[in-house]
């Protein structure tokens, strides 16, 4: 078990805001930055993959942006690197196409290095060789408390927030990385403080949850649909809410029913993505960003006050395939339940059935059939 279960690393949230410039030159200034930022990762990206040293990189980047602008970038460089190569890819072919700037926080520095904020609605980004520009910055009413509190312990010296200006559909966006513990302080949901365990399949197209107790028996099993979001065409923003609304409501049903522990595949275990001889299901699998998902389903159980682990993905489809056809659910609830095995413990080779009740099945997409009684031997 303590091999293939951890605990996720989340250190922080994002928190997103609208950047508006005060005028239009304010507005190309952003902008051009944001083209020699991407020019700069570029020129990072193919040095650390030719295996050119730190130093040298970092310095070539200094020629044209600050410090605090090269130390980001020479990091992200080496993250898109060593990814491309852990995906079997050629990180010399890397194309970075979106306009962004990012800065790293940085606490001795009032919480960043070059894009501060000065308050919850006054946003300042350091531009080489034109020094600090003032822009305006609103946030959703909900997060103004957080966003506050956060400024007050950065200019303290308490905290720092790494932050990224994304130009999106002819809009500026602020990612506002927060520190994880402030951010349960204000938008905690309560302690789950049941004994079951729930364990999650994220698919495409679905979002299948196993509840067991601690012996392994499963007390329930539920899966939400959203079969529309793989259709051609079909918004990535609405595809978006539709799975992360699908996944909070399986997290708000755990939390209502004596679940104290969530269980997630451990993405990181997977070093490339697996294709199939169907195009359809190479579409689909190429385009759901599994990875986000997971991300926003750790922090959603973490809101509840669950126990959240990550469990080595490892052989649980082939071992679910098989148990899938002796309890006659689908293969996703099946992978769904070997996680919360692999998290107990159990011995997959000695699972045995011994009984078994369900509901009839329906032609519409309800919740699977739920399971009244499983021993595992």
Known sequence: MAG?????????VTVT??????NSEDHVKLCYLAYRFRKNLVRAVKMYARGVDKQVIVKEITRELNLGYADTIYKMAKLIVEGARGNGSKPLKIKVRKLFIASRGFSANKGNRNIRLESTNTLYVNIPREGWVKFKVSFGEKYIPLVKELI??????????GARIVFRNGRIYLHLSVPVELYLKYFGKGEARGSLIAGFDLNSDRVNMVIVDKSGVIRDARTEWFPEVTSHGFPRNRAKVARLQALSK???YAYHHGVGVAVFEDLDRIKRRRFTCSPVANR?????????????GVVMALKHGFNVYLVDPSYTSVVGGYLSRELGLD???????????????????????????????????????????????
């Open 4 to 12: 293939e279960v951890r605990e996720p690393e989340v250190t922080h």
């Open 284 to 296: 689909k699998m190429s385009w759901f960003p599994k990875r986000k998902l997971l991300g926003h």
């Open 17 to 22: 805001g609208r950047i508006t410039p005060l």
């Open 331 to 377: 293969k996703h609830t099946a992978s769904a339940y070997m996680l919360t095995a692999k998290y107990l413990g159990l011995d997959l080779k000695s699972l045995k059935v011994t009984q078994i009740t369900r509901k009839p099945k329906t032609k519409q997409h309800t919740d699977s059939p739920r399971l009244l009684y499983l021993a595992v031997i």
């Open 250 to 252: 399986l997290i708000e």
């Open 152 to 161: 007050e312990l950065a200019k303290s010296r308490k905290y720092s927030y």
